[in-house]
């Protein structure tokens, strides 16, 4: 049996003070929310509780989708890299940036670069300080945990993410090497890649291609973060069938807000292709003592799991087009320049949603 505990958006604090020419920007606006909402309701003393409970429950492996800083301040940057390896190391924790971590243009290429060795796959080169590639990949016993990125910066008023098609073309060709492989595929992203899971504002743009990647090549479960909700949604997969789209509330979050207090998700999966069994424990702050109790546990399944996400039919040339990495020779594993270079020329352009 593998066990994964999932947690997100620790937007860890205290946020440093700003340079007033890093207020120059979209800063401005997120630094008066913060002071206002964010540094009330998100806390170190929630993060510290339920981090310590993880640690407790001795996971195989923790991933982390997204928002680890704020304002993508440089100062965060350097203290965020110090609380991963904290939480543990390089190998047994995986992570994928959020928006808040690409809040303004250059925040996103800072952090990756300083986070790499939890955003890189096990063939990944961290030698040269280069900014991670997304989708990796990362291989533990019978499981594979697939990074996939969504941040990029926005104006104001946006938390939009962003997946292209480069990297849709990618995923779908690693999910179907891996799902040859015999592997449980474990997709991990900050938006959540479910049609109207949140305010437009906040939306995915070219979800579609996340979705219909995985409607072509098959995942077992897929992981996010942004909304601070605990959510349980599906998609389709190869035939129609749902695969589980698992949302958790801010592992930050302190109770009596208008969001659910901070939580993080434990799976434990076995079984072998075609016969997989994954049940989801929910632990987090139940009272205003900060107590981390088991809230509740749950086999995700087919039969529990609401209708996968559909309007994605105007897309289907897109998936047919994906093939041509493979057919072109292209090895789907490979992290080099010319794989995304060819991929760049091959990926079709669908329709944003």
Same mark, same amino acid.
């Given at each position: 049996?593998?066990?994964?505990?999932?947690?997100?958006?620790?937007?860890?604090?205290?946020?440093?003070?700003?340079?007033?020419?890093?207020?120059?920007?979209?800063?401005?606006? @997120?630094?008066?929310?913060?002071?206002?909402?964010?540094?009330?309701?998100?806390?170190? @003393? $929630?993060?510290?509780?339920?981090?310590?409970?993880?640690?407790?429950? $001795?996971?195989?492996?923790?991933?982390? %989708?997204?928002?680890?800083?704020?304002?993508?301040?440089?100062?965060?940057?350097?203290? #965020?890299?110090?609380?991963? $390896?904290?939480?543990?190391?390089?190998?047994?924790?995986?992570?994928?940036?959020?928006?808040?971590?690409?809040?303004?243009?250059?925040?996103?290429?800072?952090? %990756?670069?300083?986070?790499?060795?939890?955003?890189?796959?096990?063939?990944?080169?961290?030698?040269?300080? /280069?900014?991670?590639?997304?989708?990796?990949?990362?291989? +533990?016993?019978?499981?594979?945990?697939?990074? $996939?990125?969504?941040?990029?910066?926005?104006?104001?008023?946006?938390? %939009?993410? *962003?997946?292209?098609?480069?990297?849709?073309?990618?995923?779908?060709?690693?999910?179907?090497?891996?799902? *040859?492989?015999?592997?449980?595929?474990?997709?991990?992203?900050?938006?959540?890649?479910?049609?109207?899971?949140?305010?437009?504002?906040?939306?995915?743009?070219?979800?579609? +291609?996340?979705? #219909?990647?995985? #409607?072509?090549?098959?995942?077992?479960?897929?992981?996010?973060?942004?909304? *601070?909700?605990?959510?349980?949604?599906?998609? #389709? @997969?190869?035939?129609?069938?749902?695969?589980?789209?698992?949302?958790?509330?801010?592992?930050?979050?302190?109770?009596?807000?208008?969001?659910?207090?901070?939580?993080?998700?434990?799976?434990?999966?076995?079984?072998?292709?075609?016969?997989?069994?994954?049940?989801?424990?929910?632990?987090?702050?139940?009272?205003?003592?900060?107590? =981390?109790?088991?809230?509740?546990?749950?086999?995700?399944?087919?039969?529990?799991?609401?209708?996968?996400? +559909? @309007?994605?039919?105007?897309?289907?040339?897109?998936?047919?087009?994906?093939?041509?990495?493979?057919? /072109?020779?292209?090895?789907?594993?490979?992290?080099?320049?010319? %794989?995304?270079? =060819? /991929? +760049?020329?091959?990926?079709?352009?669908?329709?944003?949603?």
């Amino acid at each position: 049996m593998f066990t994964l505990a999932h947690l997100s958006d620790p937007h860890l604090g205290p946020l440093p003070d700003p340079r007033l020419l890093e207020l120059a920007s979209k800063r401005v606006i @997120g630094y008066v929310n913060w002071r206002r909402n964010r540094a009330v309701h998100l806390t170190n @003393g $929630a993060l510290e509780a339920l981090v310590a409970d993880v640690k407790a429950t $001795a996971p195989d492996h923790i991933a982390v %989708t997204g928002d680890l800083v704020n304002l993508g301040l440089q100062r965060e940057i350097g203290p #965020a890299a110090e609380w991963l $390896a904290a939480l543990g190391s390089a190998a047994d924790v995986s992570a994928v940036p959020g928006n808040h971590d690409a809040y303004v243009p250059g925040s996103l290429d800072r952090a %990756t670069r300083r986070w790499a060795a939890h955003m890189a796959g096990d063939d990944a080169d961290l030698h040269h300080h /280069a900014a991670p590639v997304f989708p990796f990949v990362r291989r +533990r016993g019978n499981v594979a945990i697939v990074g $996939a990125s969504s941040a990029k910066a926005t104006g104001p008023f946006m938390a %939009t993410g *962003h997946f292209d098609a480069t990297q849709a073309l990618l995923l779908s060709e690693l999910l179907k090497a891996l799902g *040859h492989e015999g592997l449980f595929r474990i997709v991990l992203i900050h938006h959540p890649p479910i049609r109207e899971a949140t305010n437009w504002h906040k939306r995915l743009v070219g979800g579609s +291609r996340f979705r #219909a990647a995985v #409607a072509e090549a098959g995942a077992e479960l897929v992981l996010h973060g942004h909304t *601070h909700e605990n959510t349980i949604l599906s998609i #389709a @997969g190869p035939d129609g069938e749902p695969v589980p789209v698992v949302g958790v509330p801010s592992a930050s979050q302190l109770p009596g807000g208008r969001r659910p207090p901070a939580r993080y998700n434990l799976f434990a999966i076995d079984g072998k292709p075609g016969a997989w069994d994954c049940r989801m424990t929910e632990r987090g702050i139940v009272g205003h003592n900060l107590d =981390i109790r088991e809230i509740a546990t749950r086999r995700l399944d087919a039969a529990m799991l609401p209708p996968p996400n +559909r @309007g994605d039919e105007e897309h289907q040339g897109a998936q047919i087009g994906w093939s041509g990495a493979a057919s /072109a020779g292209m090895s789907p594993l490979r992290r080099g320049s010319g %794989t995304i270079s =060819i /991929a +760049r020329r091959m990926a079709r352009k669908p329709k944003l949603r």
